[in-house]
Structure formats: C-alpha cells, structure tokens
T-cell receptor, first 115, second 108 residues
C-alpha cells in the first residue's frame, strides 16, 4: 500500500451543507491531489498541493476549497454541497524525489452523495 | 485548458486477442502515464514514459511516448480475463491530467 487513507469512504449529505473530505498520507510525499470521477468524464483535477500551505486550482475547482496545514493531510471542502457534486472523489500523492516511486499513487476513493 | 482525447471509449474483445488504445493531447507533456482502474478501487500505475519516442514494456503491456510529445499508445498482448477494467492515459507536469478512459470488456 502507498500509505494513503481517505475518509470517510462513503457519505450522504444534504444540499446546502458543508462537507469536508480528508486525505491522510504516511509517506511524506510532497504533492497531493484531489480528483473527482464521474461517468463519461474520467478523472478531473479539482485542486492540488505542492507543499504545506501551497495549493493551486485544477480543472473543476468551483465550489471546492482545500487546505494543507501539514504534510500528511490534504482536506477538500465543499462549501455548500450541490447535487452536481455527487461523485467519487480520489486523492493521490506523489514525490518526484522518491527513487522508484516518483509517480502518483491513489487512495481508494470517497463516494459522496448529495441529496 | 489541457485536454486529453483517449480512444476508443470502450472495447469488446475475445480472450487472447491483442488490444490497442491511444491518447492525444492539445499540449506537450514531458511525462505520459498509463493507469488501470478496477471496480471500487483507485487507479494503479501501469507504465510511465519519460522521453519522446520511448517504448516501454511491463509484462504483456507495451506503451510508447510519441515523438511529438502530444500522444501515446498502450498495447496489451494476449488479453486475459483480469485485464478487464478501465485504462486511463495521463499527461503529467505539476498537474496530472487524465483522459476519459477506455473500458475494456473481455468476452468469454
């Protein structure tokens, strides 16, 4: 295992409520990514981080915010959940300086349903 | 923004057949990646390509990084039932941009 844990694994929430998803790594990797996966769209990048407190937007960042206050945790927040944010969310980690492991490893995903 | 066009979207093949899928981009990437995703799991890296023209194998899988740096292909030889899944290409810089995937079905 790449030492990456997503929580929760499943969540059902109501429209308009804030939701926070957590990605936790034990690998000390520098880069962390949040993707959403929807049928017909593949994996789309929401936000990513290249270090503590260093984050940037991806392709589909509207309605999402992130925070990375320490290396091991990358939080994704849906400020006011909408039904269009029903999706499977994947976190990935990467360290370009880790010999033999320079490419991204993915977590097992969080299935979020907004009702 | 950067986009990757992956084709075909899905494939139905007989066990034992060879498979070919490809990916093209509107932008140049310095690294091309191929991932496979099984149901209920996250994507798993199959092959990474770092140089234009590079041809790399991993068992029955072979991938090539196009000379223009805007395309890549993945071949699977002698398909077996466990090859079923979704295959994604990805171009990497600081961001990692994915294609929409090729869903592989194997007929008994």
């Amino acid at each position: 295992d790449a030492g990456i844990t997503q929580s929760p694994r499943h969540k059902v929430t109501e429209t308009g409520t804030p939701v926070t998803l957590r990605c936790h790594q034990t690998e000390n990797h520098r880069y962390m990514y949040w993707y959403r996966q929807d049928p017909g769209h593949g994996l789309r990048l929401i936000h990513y981080s290249y270090g503590v407190k260093d984050t940037d937007k991806g392709e589909v960042s509207d309605g999402y915010s992130v925070s990375r206050s320490k290396t091991e945790d990358f939080l994704l927040t849906l400020e006011s959940a909408t039904s269009s944010q029903t999706s499977v969310y994947f976190c990935a980690i990467r360290d370009p300086n880790r010999v033999g492991y320079t490419e991204a490893f993915f977590g097992q995903g969080t299935r979020l349903t907004v009702v | 923004g950067q986009q990757l066009n992956q084709s075909p979207q899905s494939m139905f093949i007989q066990e034992g057949e060879d498979v070919s899928m490809n990916c093209t981009s509107s932008s140049i990437f310095n690294t091309w990646l191929w991932y496979k995703q099984d149901p209920g799991e996250g994507p798993v890296l199959l092959i990474a390509l770092y140089k234009a023209g590079e041809l790399t194998s991993n068992g029955r899988l072979t991938a090539q990084f196009g000379i223009t740096r805007k395309d890549s292909f993945l071949n699977i030889s002698a398909s077996i039932p466990s090859d079923v899944g979704i295959y994604f290409c990805a171009g990497r810089g600081d961001k990692i941009i994915f294609g929409k995937g090729t869903r592989l079905h194997i007929l008994p």
